[in-house]
């Protein structure tokens, strides 16, 4: 009788299967190289591991979409059914924390579902590619990283799908939990939990993107000093609602508030978030002067995003999508 366990591995390109020149860690183009070869740098793995390799797509994660996003989903969906004990995806790092929470918030199993990739292409002087894939085909297979909710493994830290985000443009501790740091450790092949994301995620969560063919569309606008509220009204009339990336607590001019008073009468929500990273945006009455605007809570601008997406494929109440707001 066989005793392995199964792990898939869902490829998707980045930098962890990038090539260019021997030894640099820049100028080199993000997945180009398939899966096969990553495994070849590898330590060998248990015998108690069977791991089967689907190339999803070899893009740079910059060219990411909400098709990528829907194919995943329903993949991982449909494959949870099978004898799969848990999923790997290798994923470019630039939109990775985007991925893992979107994921988190729509795959419908309770098995391991860990994301990874890499700062440095396959070919720079200590790649860090074959550590973090190594790992996280481990925790993949680890009873620990169940019902947990989507997770990044990455440069020796496990980190929730909801909290994750990129906090360096090169270097390979690239991530962290905002003030939370990360759910634990990797060493080797084990893996030390230490904390849990508490926001509703996977089998718990309300989203079912099951039989959409796209997501509704939401922009984010960046608010700075002396930023016409014009901008506004373009996105108003392509997007079905905005995130604003406010400075400090969510914060901007008084002729963006008054310009999104007026996107009320256009059902348009507004959810703002902050431009700084860190920290919470919380309600704020000089700040929302209308029905359609309230905060992105804990969530930074790209992922307030995919939640009001999200939130707009279930509701079209203001008070519903805040809630949504505080619990995912
Ligand atoms: C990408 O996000 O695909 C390129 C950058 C990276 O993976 O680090």
Not at 183 to 202: K, P, V, W
Not at 220 to 231: K, Q, R, S, T, V
């Amino acid at each position: 009788m066989d005793h392995s366990h199964h792990i898939h591995l869902l490829a998707t390109g980045g930098t962890i299967a990038g090539k260019g020149k021997a030894g640099k860690t820049s100028g080199y183009e993000a997945g180009s190289l398939p899966p096969d070869s990553l495994l070849e740098t590898l330590p060998p793995l248990p015998s108690s591991i069977h791991l089967t390799v689907e190339q999803i797509c070899s893009i740079d994660s910059n060219e990411v979409d909400d098709q990528l996003w829907l194919t995943l989903v329903r993949r991982i969906n449909e494959l949870s059914q099978t004898d799969i004990d848990g999923f790997v995806i290798t994923h470019g790092t630039d939109t990775m924390d985007e991925t893992a929470y979107f994921l988190n918030l729509t795959v419908k199993t309770e098995k391991p579902v860990i994301l990874t990739g890499a700062m440095r292409p396959s070919t720079a002087a200590s790649a860090d590619g074959p550590l973090n894939l190594y790992q996280a085909i481990h925790l993949a297979d680890k009873p620990e990283a169940s019902g947990k909710g989507v997770l990044v493994c990455f440069c020796d830290s496990i980190y929730s799908g909801r909290d994750v985000q990129k906090i360096n443009t090169y270097k390979t501790d690239a991530f962290n939990e905002q003030d939370l740091s990360c759910l634990g450790y990797m060493r080797d092949e084990e893996c030390y939990f230490m904390n849990e994301s508490l926001a509703i995620h996977t089998t718990a969560s309300c989203f079912d993107v099951s039989r959409l063919d796209r997501l509704p569309r939401v922009d984010i606008l960046f608010f700075y000093a002396g930023a016409p509220a014009d901008a506004l009204d373009y996105h108003a009339s392509k997007a079905q609602g905005l995130v604003i990336a406010g400075t400090g607590s969510g914060n901007y001019s008084p002729e963006w508030k008054n310009k999104i008073s007026e996107l009320a009468a256009r059902r348009i929500p507004v959810v703002r978030a902050s431009r700084i990273g860190h920290g919470i945006v919380s309600r704020d009455i000089h700040f929302e002067g209308s029905e359609n605007c309230f905060p992105a809570y804990t969530l930074p601008p790209q992922k307030a995003r995919i939640l009001l997406s999200l939130a707009l494929t279930v509701t079209d109440s203001y008070e519903e999508m805040e809630k949504l707001f505080r619990t995912y």
